[in-house]
């Protein structure tokens, strides 16, 4: 994603709807990173009697088989598949659960505006329920949706098409913001014409390095001003 300039403000006056993905986006990806490959192989590998090492690698496995699927992001899948409650496993680790620098900040200015604003995560019902009761982002939204809802994940064929059923919206006039390359390139193949992705969704890792479309470093730089930038 080509880096986003203080200049290249989304044009604001031609968005009406705004949609935002969570984890990577809103919320700091460390959360979800820190869960999947460090402490649920934890967990297992006990449960198992078998060292770190081994359950990371096998679970690494599963996830390559399934990733860019529902199931991926299916708690209720895991907890089938590892023979174990994924959900209580989340709340023991709540805490490492943080909101991105300046995410308040726009959320509150789109209000303003009179921005529709929209969650729309891949994240399991349960795992979006626990991360608004830590956050307290949910009373910014006018909908939260969980990909569950529409039995798709965001990156398959058709599934932004389908929210519009649920959701109506003009992909002409929305933006979203998606830290996903596969979910922006499925967005736009499904029309939706502003996309943004995200820098570093993990504050502990490096930037993600992609040219397809711009990336927001600091969510301050895309605020909306007093007088709402025009259509480009």
Same mark, same amino acid.
């Given at each position: 994603? /080509?880096?986003?300039?203080?200049?290249?403000?989304?044009?604001?006056?031609?968005?009406?709807?705004?949609?935002?993905?969570? @984890?990577?986006?809103?919320?700091?990806?460390?959360?979800?990173?820190?869960? =999947?490959?460090?402490?649920? #192989?934890?967990?297992?590998?006990?449960n198992l009697g078998v060292p770190f090492e081994?359950? %990371?690698?096998?679970?690494e496995s599963k996830y390559a088989v399934l990733?860019?699927?529902?199931? =991926?992001?299916?708690?209720?899948? =895991?907890?089938? +598949?590892?023979?174990?409650e994924i959900t209580p496993l989340k709340q023991?680790?709540?805490?490492?659960?943080?909101? /991105?620098?300046?995410?308040? @900040? *726009?959320?509150?200015?789109?209000?303003?505006?009179?921005? /529709?604003?929209?969650?729309?995560?891949?994240?399991? &019902?349960?795992?979006?329920?626990?991360?608004?009761?830590?956050?307290?982002?949910?009373?910014?939204?006018?909908?939260?949706?969980?990909?569950? @809802?529409? %039995?798709?994940?965001?990156?398959?064929?058709?599934?932004?098409?389908?929210?519009?059923?649920? +959701?109506?919206?003009?992909?002409? %006039?929305?933006?979203?913001?998606?830290?996903? *390359? #596969?979910?922006?390139?499925?967005?736009?193949?499904?029309?939706? /014409?502003?996309?943004?992705?995200?820098?570093? #969704?993990?504050?502990?890792?490096? &930037?993600?390095?992609?040219?397809?479309?711009?990336?927001?470093?600091?969510?301050?730089?895309?605020?909306?001003? @007093?007088?709402?930038?025009?259509?480009?």
């Amino acid at each position: 994603m /080509r880096q986003l300039l203080k200049t290249d403000k989304p044009p604001w006056s031609g968005i009406d709807t705004v949609m935002f993905d969570m @984890d990577g986006t809103l919320l700091d990806l460390h959360f979800d990173n820190y869960f =999947w490959q460090q402490y649920l #192989p934890q967990v297992w590998a006990q449960n198992l009697g078998v060292p770190f090492e081994q359950a %990371r690698v096998l679970l690494e496995s599963k996830y390559a088989v399934l990733r860019g699927t529902l199931d =991926w992001y299916c708690l209720d899948y =895991w907890a089938r +598949e590892l023979q174990m409650e994924i959900t209580p496993l989340k709340q023991a680790v709540k805490h490492k659960i943080a909101i /991105r620098p300046g995410v308040t @900040d *726009l959320l509150l200015r789109l209000r303003q505006h009179d921005k /529709r604003i929209l969650l729309i995560t891949n994240a399991h &019902p349960a795992s979006l329920s626990l991360k608004m009761q830590v956050t307290g982002i949910d009373i910014h939204f006018d909908n939260t949706i969980s990909a569950h @809802d529409l %039995r798709m994940a965001k990156e398959n064929h058709g599934f932004w098409t389908a929210l519009k059923e649920q +959701e109506p919206y003009d992909p002409a %006039r929305t933006m979203l913001i998606d830290d996903s *390359l #596969p979910v922006l390139r499925q967005a736009q193949r499904e029309g939706i /014409r502003h996309l943004y992705g995200i820098h570093q #969704p993990d504050s502990r890792k490096e &930037p993600v390095s992609a040219h397809e479309f711009p990336s927001i470093i600091d969510f301050k730089h895309i605020m909306p001003s @007093d007088e709402l930038e025009s259509v480009k």
